[in-house]
């Protein structure tokens, strides 16, 4: 007769077996998993790369050997230095003016006609008031979204109206459409039938466009189709460049579990890849010149003239953001492509060499332009503080005058109602 205890015995030495051979088998399945799930990402990354290259040779890029691309002028001539020149005189225009107005008052001198300088103060204290109210929504302003185009400084403001006039979405077509085209005449080859373009209502409020390297997708946002059709187009562009361009896919592509983690964090990776983009929509607007075979010149002029001033804006606000606490990859992306773009004295070679570099390859010189860029920007942000802060001093000035000149108006209505009286 078996003892209860070996009958236990037996008992436990059996499930332990059991157990055994069921982490045996979840080890072996999970292993025949992840080895399937392996090989599909090799072959993933070997289709891809037989497809869209490499970072260092890339199968899309500029096709045209020769250096072309007009890039956007961040000197001191640029819109936000125009604006802040265009206040700082006005300012002063008008201080001068003040001072005439109320130096006799505040002496106890009161004007032969006080009627006409009360109206001349408040006149006065109105066109400072606008000017301080510019220079405080150009300090904001700046940081709105770029497709709200009653945001842009004077000039480009006029020149988005006229756009808007054109009806160019439905003139020139679906903008997805024709970024695709342009595209294809910038690279030479037809557009790779994997990336997909498409609108989208569930992209994020405040992101005009996405490409996606793990889905191959582009996706605008439906909200554009109610802005400008320039900077739709360009913005179609900017994704296409991500799609082109190796960045992110070669770190996705370098390692099975590493780089899949790390190809949407290297902040580094990021900012190379937004650079490229950049360059690559300032390069496009030299092809918008094809669409005149098949519209009239004149609508077509206007959509470069748009573009242009689009991507001009554009530069200022990333740059103006970076150095105002705002930065990110955009912002940091869009000082690097003016920098390598004043490098390289046109955009095409810019894009060549941001696109099939890495970070730490950069040129020293891009670098240094880079923070001269910057540098410049940041007295640019200071002047206008400081534009600010006296307007703000000197508005509280005025209305000390203008109250002392409506008590002095007021002692002489008085004083001649007295004699009326009599």
């Not at 008052?105 to 204290?125: F, T, Y």
């Amino acid at each position: 007769m078996i003892s209860c205890s070996a009958q236990g015995k037996k008992r436990i030495k059996r499930e332990q077996e059991r157990s055994n051979r069921i982490a045996a088998g979840l080890f072996i399945g999970s292993a025949a998993i992840l080895s399937l799930t392996s090989i599909e990402y090799n072959i993933r990354k070997s289709q891809h790369f037989s497809q869209f290259g490499t970072l260092e040779s890339p199968a899309y890029t500029i096709a045209a050997e020769e250096p072309a691309g007009d890039f956007p002028d961040v000197s001191p001539s640029s819109p936000i230095s125009e604006v802040v020149d265009l206040l700082y005189e006005s300012l002063h225009d008008e201080k001068g003016r003040l001072d005439a107005l109320s130096s006799g008052i505040l002496n106890g001198e009161i004007p032969d006609n006080i009627d006409r300088a009360i109206s001349d103060m408040v006149k006065s204290m109105n066109q400072i008031d606008y000017i301080y109210r510019l220079a405080q929504g150009l300090r904001y302003e700046l940081s709105a979204n770029p497709e709200e185009y009653k945001n842009f400084p004077g000039e480009l403001r006029k020149i988005a109206d006229e756009e808007r006039k054109l009806d160019l979405f439905n003139v020139l077509g679906c903008p997805l459409e024709v970024g695709k085209e342009i595209a294809e005449k910038i690279a030479g080859a037809e557009f790779p039938e994997k990336i997909k373009l498409k609108y989208s209502s569930k992209l994020e409020e405040g992101i005009g466009a996405a490409f996606s390297p793990t889905r191959n997708q582009i996706k605008v946002n439906e909200t554009l189709k109610l802005g400008l059709y320039s900077s739709t187009l360009l913005s179609v562009l900017h994704e296409i460049s991500h799609a082109f361009s190796q960045h992110l896919q070669e770190q996705y592509y370098s390692g099975f579990f590493l780089g899949k983690r790390s190809a949407f964090n290297d902040f580094e990776t990021l900012v190379m890849e937004e650079a490229a983009a950049y360059c690559f929509m300032f390069y496009s607007i030299s092809h918008f010149e094809s669409l005149k075979e098949h519209h009239k010149p004149e609508l077509i002029q206007n959509l470069i003239e748009s573009a242009n001033n689009y991507m001009a804006f554009e530069a200022d606000r990333n740059t103006w953001m970076h150095v105002s606490g705002e930065s990110d990859e955009h912002t940091q992306g869009m000082l690097l492509a003016l920098a390598a773009c004043e490098y390289f004295g046109n955009s095409s070679e810019a894009y060549r060499n941001l696109s099939t570099t890495t970070y730490s390859e950069l040129k020293p010189e891009i670098l240094s332009l880079a923070d001269t860029i910057e540098q410049s920007y940041v007295e640019k942000k200071e002047r206008l503080a400081g534009i600010t802060s006296e307007l703000s001093d000197l508005l509280l000035g005025m209305e000390k005058s203008l109250d002392m000149m409506e008590l002095a108006h007021k002692k002489i209505v008085d004083y001649e109602n007295s004699l009326y009286n009599k």
